[in-house]
């Protein structure tokens, strides 16, 4: 079979390159892709934008492509699934009406509150219905976010109520364009966050790994927040018990909710949660997606046949299916380009990909372009590669993807040195 990928980031070179290593694959399309999936074995890119779901339908439609697979939200939330179905043509994603649960955090919020499933207390309000009180009224922290999508960007944790109002007020103003008419206020959660990620069609969930990211740009989580630095899988915070109370509490409930109003759940469904001391979840987000980067380091987990487990989802089978998981960890570390989460200088010139590639671990390329002229792989935007490691233990996984960074050299590269840092330091309790 023949497959299409939309996107170009480094989650879409980890769906790519799993994809291509199915029996069942004669080749893999990425639209648009990056240097690393223009290099991948069975791989190539189309130079057609992810955005653009007319062009994508035709290109689908003319490399007679089998199964196509969503990697960004954007197209999710602006209908692409929609498009295809129209088209008669395959399509793992949710559709436009159930991919609100990323596109509208107050839709995700009232949503959650409807099927009483564990979140923090909010309100929403656009400018002319916001009201001040509202704030001064609550306990801060306090958590000021732009309902629409704001590329992980539109989340402020006000620590005062002046500095919430002026959230709220840069938000009203266009701070986040459309994505902040809508204002959602809410409940600062204490915790330790989780990711929870599960494949759907429409009734039945399979749960994928679990895993953990590292939202902040520095060390010692510190300094801006960016897309994620890093993000190891599984997440040891997520006992079996754990396991079980989130589909019961979070998973089961959210799909048995869209389904009874009429936009059944088909895709990747993300749950970014926060587990309170006491053990319970509570949801912080849904993303109708994968996340970058979990989604690499969890990829070279899975042993089971994705395209495989992708229609069976379409066909409503997934409770038939089993997933075979590697017992190991990985590990992701995102090698990010200078001034990132700021503005950054693209075109310089990536060395050691050829050493890097000898290792153990896998490189998956983000913002990366091949340069014709100079016959060069360059970078292209902030979050640049993932080197990915695995080992026995969090340490040994750590390690594998540190030789790969320490092979890779760029003007102006920056990682952190600290990825897995916590399930580190509980894996050296736990061996006291
Ligand atoms: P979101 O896009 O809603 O997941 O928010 C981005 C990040 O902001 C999350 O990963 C959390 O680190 C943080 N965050 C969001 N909502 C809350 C909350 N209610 N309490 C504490 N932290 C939060």
């Known amino acids: 079979m023949r497959i299409l990928i939309v996107g170009g980031g480094g989650r879409e070179h980890a769906l790519a390159w799993k994809c291509a290593a199915s029996e069942r694959v004669r080749d893999v399309i990425v639209a648009p892709g990056n240097a690393g999936t223009a290099s991948e074995a069975r791989v190539r890119n189309a130079a057609v934008a992810a955005e653009d779901s007319a062009a994508l339908v035709a290109l689908a439609r003319t490399e007679r492509v089998d199964l196509t697979i969503i990697g960004p939200e954007a197209p999710l939330v602006a209908g692409i699934v929609d498009a295809f179905a129209a088209a008669g043509l395959k399509c793992f994603g949710p559709r436009a009406a159930a991919a609100r649960l990323e596109g509208s955090k107050a839709f995700s919020k009232q949503f959650l509150q409807r099927h009483r499933i564990p979140t923090a207390a909010h309100a929403t309000f656009t400018r002319a219905s916001f009201d001040a009180r509202y704030v001064m009224g609550h306990r801060t922290p306090i958590v000021v976010k732009a309902s629409g999508l704001a590329a992980g960007k539109g989340v402020i944790i006000a620590a005062s109520a002046p500095e919430a109002l002026a959230a709220v007020e840069s938000m009203f103003a266009g701070e986040f364009g459309a994505a902040g008419c809508e204002v959602v206020i809410e409940e600062f959660l204490a915790g330790e966050e989780v990711s929870f990620i599960v494949m759907a069609d ?152 050829d050493a890097a590639a000898r290792l153990p671990g896998k490189v998956f390329h983000g913002a990366t372009r091949v340069d014709a002229a100079r016959g060069r792989v360059v970078t292209s935007g902030g979050r640049v590669l993932c080197a990915v490691g695995m080992g026995d233990s969090v340490r040994a996984a750590q390690s594998q993807a540190y030789a790969l960074t320490r092979a890779i050299h760029w003007s102006g590269a920056q990682y952190r040195h600290d990825i897995g840092h916590r399930a580190a330091l509980r894996e050296n309790i736990e061996a006291r």
């Open 202 to 353: 429409g009734q039945h969930a399979l749960p994928l790994a679990t895993s953990q990211d590292h939202k902040r740009r520095d060390d010692g989580d510190r300094g801006p927040n960016t897309g994620g630095m890093g993000a190891y899988s599984p997440a040891p915070l997520v006992t079996p018990a754990l396991h079980a109370r989130i589909m019961r509490e979070v998973i089961e409930p959210a799909l048995a909710g869209l389904a009874a109003e009429g936009m059944p759940y088909t895709g990747f469904l993300y749950a970014g949660l926060m587990i309170a001391a006491d053990g319970a979840p509570q949801v912080l987000e849904f993303n109708c997606r994968l996340g970058d980067p979990d989604t690499q380091p969890l990829l070279m987990l899975l042993q089971s046949d994705l395209p495989n487990l992708c229609a069976a989802a379409l066909d409503g089978r997934l409770h038939e299916v089993e997933v075979q998981w590697d017992p190991r960890v990985a590990l992701g570390v995102v090698m990010a380009a200078a001034g990132y989460p700021g503005t950054v200088t693209s075109g310089d010139a990536i060395e050691g990909l």
